[in-house]
């Protein structure tokens, strides 16, 4: 399993990044994949959003929704979390996760595979 984050970067406060997923090795459309996100000093990984691929469904965290969207794509097998209005507080690394093990989603101790991560920056 592969998992490699794309679309990080630096922005000012209010503005827009979209990040890609590119995904290989699994079953796309029958396990889930999800990314998180880890803020910088903190040893934690939050969830973010994920695509439970087996009901093609999309969970987005309900303090993010409105905010960020994520999108799967199942024939390139990517998700893209596409981020608008960030704020300083979205600032962290952004991970790419898949393959459950079973149990919340939103759990880092969930997926099997993990990406490098990617760093998003917002400044006030």
């Known amino acids: 399993v592969e998992l490699v984050e794309f679309g990080g970067g630096s922005v000012q406060a209010g503005g827009s990044l979209r990040l890609s997923c590119e995904t290989s090795?699994?079953?796309?459309?029958?396990?889930?994949m999800a990314w998180f996100r880890q803020a910088p000093g903190k040893s934690e990984r939050v969830g973010v959003a994920?695509?439970?691929?087996?009901?093609?469904?999309?969970h987005v965290r309900d303090s993010l929704e409105g905010r960020f969207t994520f999108s799967a794509d199942t024939v390139k097998t990517t998700g893209y979390l596409q981020m608008d209005s960030l704020e300083t507080e979205d600032t962290g690394v952004y991970y790419c996760?898949?393959?459950?093990?079973?149990?919340?989603?939103?759990?880092?101790?969930?997926?099997?595979?993990w990406g490098r991560g990617t760093q998003v920056i917002v400044s006030s």
């Open positions: 996760a898949a393959v459950s093990r079973g149990g919340d989603g939103f759990r880092p101790t969930t997926y099997r595979y």
């Open positions: 090795g699994y079953a796309f459309t029958s396990d889930w």
């Open positions: 994920l695509y439970d691929g087996s009901r093609n469904k999309i």
